[in-house]
C-alpha cells in the first residue's frame, strides 16, 4: 500500500494544529514522543490542508 502522509519526527513541535484540522481524524499526538503520527494513511484525502497549516513544514503528502 502506498504512503501518502510523511511526518519529519525531528521537526514537529507537536502543536496539533494538523490533527485538528485534519477531516479524515488519521492524525494523532503520539503520548510518549509528543510528534505527529498517522494512524491509516490510506484513508487520507491527499488535499494537503496539513501541510498548510503546519508551520515548521514537518508534514508531507505525496
Ligand atoms: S491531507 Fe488531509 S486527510 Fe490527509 S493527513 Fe492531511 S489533513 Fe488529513
Ligand atoms: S502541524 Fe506540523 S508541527 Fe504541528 S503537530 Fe502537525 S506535523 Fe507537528
Redesign the pocket.
Known amino acids: 500500500m502506498a504512503e501518502?502522509?510523511t511526518i519529519n519526527e525531528v521537526t514537529c513541535t507537536g502543536c496539533k494544529k494538523?490533527v485538528d484540522?485534519?477531516?479524515?481524524g488519521?492524525?494523532y499526538i503520539d503520548e510518549k514522543t509528543k510528534k505527529c503520527k498517522?494512524t491509516d494513511a490510506s484513508k487520507?484525502?491527499?488535499?494537503?490542508?496539513?501541510?498548510r497549516v503546519c508551520k515548521s513544514k514537518s508534514?508531507k503528502?505525496s
Open positions: 501518502y502522509v494538523c484540522m485534519c477531516p479524515q488519521i492524525l498517522v487520507c484525502d491527499r488535499l494537503g490542508g496539513c501541510e508534514i503528502i
